[in-house]
């Protein structure tokens, strides 16, 4: 899912690029599974291990700046009853 205010799929990109280049390899051997908020603007992120628990802290250290949000090593996110998936 992406909380977003431009457009989609550059935004999605944009924080799979910083996830892969400089997250993904240490996230992803101790924190797999979890839920990852990437703000590709500065690279900074919150985990935690449900989509309220990272939203509670998207709000508190980003405000309203758009995120984008997924599982860490790939996988649906649980949001208010229904998934969706990680963009590829």
């Keep these: 899912m992406t909380m977003l205010g431009g457009d989609q799929p550059q935004f999605a990109e944009a924080a799979k690029k910083v996830y892969d280049a400089k997250l993904k390899e240490q996230l992803e051997r101790e924190h797999f599974g979890k839920v990852i908020a990437v703000e590709p603007e500065s690279g900074d992120y ?21 995120v984008h949000i997924f599982r860490v090593g790939g996988g649906a ?6 998934f969706r998936d990680r963009v590829s």
Aim: aromatic share 8%.
């Design 46 to 66: 919150v985990l935690g291990k449900t989509y309220g628990e990272v939203d509670r802290a998207c709000r508190e250290r980003f405000g309203a700046k758009p």
């Design 77 to 82: 996110v649980k949001i208010g009853g229904t």
